[in-house]
């Protein structure tokens, strides 16, 4: 059925299943996005999301409706029609920078410490075996 609706080839949607691969894929019917936890098909008037039972990605649909209604919201005073496609993309976008910033603060300072810690063993060792 979803390739029927789709009207992507099956190639289009390979990169969904692929857990290494980050990809943003235009086609002339669609936009098909797999990055980190989000795995989509932005269509002109809809989202298609795939691994709906993983926790993350509940909780990607939902700050997404958010932020959909909030962009609606903004649309509709400025009386300026944005397109649906491009505040898709960008909410997403929005959510991966997001999900690294947070791995980035929360391992940065275990890192930099075994770095630092690597350092001073180094230097330690080089030390010890100068001779005289």
């Known amino acids: 059925k979803i390739l029927q609706e789709g009207g992507l080839h099956v190639r289009d949607y390979m990169s969904l299943e692929s857990a290494t691969t980050n990809t943003i894929n235009p086609t002339s019917r669609a ?8 795995r989509l098909i932005i ?15 509940k909780d990607f ?3 997404m409706s958010e ?4 962009c609606h919201s903004i649309s509709a005073k400025c009386e300026e029609q944005l397109d649906f496609g491009l505040v ?6 929005s959510s991966v920078a997001t999900k690294y910033a947070r791995r980035v ?7 930099a410490s075994t770095l630092r810690d690597l350092r001073t063993a180094s230097h330690d060792a080089s030390r010890n075996t100068i001779h005289r």
């Open 31 to 38: 936009v098909v996005v797999a990055m980190s936890h989000a």
């Open 43 to 57: 269509r002109p008037n809809e989202i298609w999301f795939f691994n709906v039972h993983r926790p993350i990605v």
């Open 61 to 63: 649909i939902q700050s």
């Open 67 to 70: 932020y959909l209604r909030t």
């Open 88 to 93: 898709v993309l960008e909410g997403v976008l």
């Open 105 to 111: 603060y929360i391992f940065e300072p275990a890192l």
